[in-house]
């Protein structure tokens, strides 16, 4: 069985065959989610061997040091040959190094689009449960967003990583992940002390006005739940796009 190719750094070849393959599964079903083709992510790539063609690949992102999303993407014309458990397998290699050097437990869920089939006979066929779903919601940003003064104090603290102080004081923090011109905001969470304050509304709009500088639209995923995060994501100008269902693994 040919293996796939662990990497964290795409070439700009590497990047139009991951784009390239995913259209073409969109192409033959129902399919909303997409693949970042950032640094820093890990990427499985599985090529047809002694050919450079992308016959699959996964990548894996973890929004949390004990969660880790997996999303799968095998071409179409060579489906039901293996390739999927052959690179899973070797997804589930890593994350079980990873755990031993973090010395901790995963929660491993695979990210699914409830409306493709084939990625739903996929978790049957390797028995994940089903844990919960989300619903992405998308915002245009605008150049009005640049003109908005938070009361909060908001930085960049690390790469990807803001804080929003208040007299000195962190009451909540945020994560971006860029994707080209869009940025995938996450991880979004302001101190139980301080909620019902407005203080939730006053930093996302603060991040929107950050992020307007320098792309063109911000996406995020709230759990169906999660209706007080939901509310204020459509009181601050965003829509729902698609469901997104996790799978346990």
């Known amino acids: 069985m040919i293996?796939?190719?662990?990497?964290?750094?795409?070439?700009?070849?590497q990047k139009k065959e991951l784009h390239d393959l995913v259209w073409q599964c969109k192409e033959r079903e129902p399919l909303s989610l997409s693949a970042p083709c950032e640094n820093d992510l890990d990427y499985f790539l599985l090529y047809q061997e002694h050919s450079s063609l992308l016959l699959g690949f996964a990548f894996l992102f973890f929004p949390q040091e004990t969660?880790?999303?997996?999303?799968?993407?095998?071409?179409?014309?060579y489906r039901k040959q293996g390739l999927c458990t052959s690179v899973l397998n070797s997804v589930l290699d890593?994350?079980?190094?990873?755990?031993?050097?973090?010395?901790?437990?995963?929660?491993?869920?695979?990210?699914?689009?409830?409306?493709t089939s084939s990625a739903k006979a996929v978790m049957e066929a390797f028995e994940a449960e089903y844990w919960y779903s989300e619903y992405k919601m998308v915002r245009?940003?605008?150049?009005k967003d640049g003109l908005y003064a938070p009361s909060l104090s908001i930085r960049e603290t690390e790469p990807g990583?803001?804080?929003a102080s208040l007299d000195g004081l962190i009451i909540g923090s945020c994560a971006v992940l860029p994707s080209g011109k869009e940025f995938y905001l996450y991880a979004f969470q302001i101190k139980e002390s301080h909620q019902g304050k407005g203080y939730g509304k006053d930093?996302?709009?603060?991040?929107?006005?950050?992020?307007s500088s320098a792309g063109n639209q911000v996406s995020v995923q709230v759990s169906g739940q999660n209706?007080?995060?939901?509310?204020?994501?459509?009181?601050?100008?965003?829509?729902?796009?698609?469901?997104?269902?996790?799978?346990?693994y």
């Not at 969660?67 to 014309?77: N, Q």
């Not at 930093?203 to 992020?211: P, W």
């Not at 509310?231 to 799978?247: A, I, V, W």
């Open 140 to 143: 245009t940003l605008k150049e």
């Open 227 to 248: 209706y007080i995060a939901r509310n204020l994501y459509k009181k601050t100008g965003f829509r729902t796009t698609d469901t997104l269902s996790y799978y346990l």
């Open 67 to 77: 969660t880790c999303e997996c999303s799968v993407f095998i071409h179409p014309d």
């Open 161 to 163: 990583i803001y804080t």
């Open 94 to 115: 890593y994350v079980e190094q990873y755990e031993k050097e973090k010395d901790c437990q995963v929660d491993f869920c695979f990210l699914v689009d409830p409306a």
């Open 203 to 211: 930093f996302l709009l603060g991040m929107l006005a950050i992020l």
């Open 3 to 13: 293996q796939p190719t662990h990497i964290t750094s795409l070439t700009k070849q």
